[in-house]
Structures are given as structure tokens and as C-alpha cells.
Nanobody, 116 residues
Framework: VQLQASGGGLVQAGGSLRLSCAAS????????MMWFRQAPGKEREFVAR????????SHTTSARGRFTISRDNAKNTVYLQMNALKPEDTAVYYC??????????WGQGTLVTVSS
């Protein structure tokens, strides 16, 4: 399973970005897909999840109402639409999907920097 994240960049506070996670070796519609982030000096934290069945989504409190996780089955890609970005959203964002051993397959991360 390989996950290729992209779409990060520098944006001003209040702006928007859409992150993409292209998957190979796994059909995104059949598995849970998640976004995590890791800010400088902090631990990696959960951001959003899209279930493989029933399209149930969940988001961390700080992201709720601003971030939306979705997928395009035809492109086998998961997205994270981020609106109303804040400087505290600055982090490396990772997409992930559960492996068979209780852990995750991780993408390489994409850097989001929000300037004030």
C-alpha cells in the first residue's frame, strides 16, 4: 500500500487549501482513510476520518466546521478540504489507512504553513 500526499503550501490565515492523498494497492472506498498532522515540537494528532463503509466522517474538534474529508472513488484519492485556516493549523499533514497489524500505512506528509 502506498499513499502519496500533496497539496500543501503557504497560505495566509483565513485562506483555504485542499490536500490530496492518492492511494495505490488499496481501494479507498473499502477502507477507513484518515488524516493526521504533526506540528513542530508536538506529537502527531488525528484530524479526520472517512469510514470505508457508510461514508461516516469524523473530525477533531479543532477541525470541525472548517475541514472536510472526502474521496473520489474513480481517482482512488482522498481529500482534505481546509477552510478558514489558522496559524495553529501549521503542520505536516499525513494521510493514513489501517494495516493488518493494528498500525497504519502512512503517506510521506505534506507541509501546510499558515501565516498570520
Amino acid at each position: 500500500v502506498q499513499l502519496q500526499a500533496s497539496g500543501g503550501g503557504l497560505v495566509q490565515a483565513g485562506g483555504s487549501l485542499r490536500l490530496s492523498c492518492a492511494a495505490s494497492g488499496r481501494t479507498v472506498s473499502n477502507y477507513d482513510m484518515m488524516w493526521f498532522r504533526q506540528a513542530p515540537g508536538k506529537e502527531r494528532e488525528f484530524v479526520a476520518r472517512l469510514s470505508g463503509s457508510y461514508d461516516i466522517t469524523s473530525h477533531t474538534t479543532s477541525a470541525r466546521g472548517r475541514f472536510t474529508i472526502s474521496r473520489d472513488n474513480a481517482k482512488n484519492t482522498v481529500y482534505l478540504q481546509m477552510n478558514a485556516l489558522k496559524p495553529e493549523d501549521t503542520a505536516v499533514y499525513y494521510c493514513a489507512t489501517p494495516d493488518d497489524a493494528g498500525g497504519y500505512y502512512w503517506g510521506q506528509g505534506t507541509l501546510v504553513t499558515v501565516s498570520s
